[in-house]
């Protein structure tokens, strides 16, 4: 089991920034992917970034809506994935969770991983 723990949501002006922090424990050995996803209210849960857990190379993906603005990142050594967000926009807004997945399956859909955060809200007033 693995268990994932989100930090760092919060409101921020149009244009602003936020870093969110996602702490995993249990067995994390067995982690192939760490991920982001969000969702906003009455929409469904949506892909934002995915990194290769344990690798040097950058093996990482984005959605088209945060390509450019967003950058995830990772500290195997402490077991914390990481999400820059920056130029946020009104559309941002939204409850964002840390996921973590076994080898296998899609990376970018909701059902392909294992296990879930609580999730840390983030509001970008415009």
């Known amino acids: 089991q693995v268990q994932l723990v989100e930090s760092g949501g919060g409101a921020v002006q149009a244009g602003g920034s936020l870093r969110l922090s996602c702490a995993a424990s249990?067995?994390?050995?067995?982690?192939?992917?760490m991920a982001w996803f969000r969702q906003a209210p009455a929409k469904v849960r949506e892909f934002v970034a995915v990194t290769r857990w344990r690798t040097s190379d950058d093996d990482t993906y984005y959605s088209n809506a945060v390509k450019g603005r967003f950058t995830i990142s990772k500290d195997n050594a402490n077991n914390m994935v990481y999400l820059q967000m920056n130029s946020l926009k009104p559309d941002d807004a939204a409850v964002y969770y840390c996921?973590?997945?076994?080898?296998?399956?899609?990376?970018?859909?909701?059902?392909?991983?294992?296990?879930w955060g609580q999730g840390t809200q983030v509001t970008v007033s415009s």
């Open positions: 996921a973590a997945k076994n080898p296998g399956g899609s990376y970018i859909t909701e059902s392909g991983y294992d296990y």
């Open positions: 249990g067995t994390t050995a067995n982690i192939y992917r």
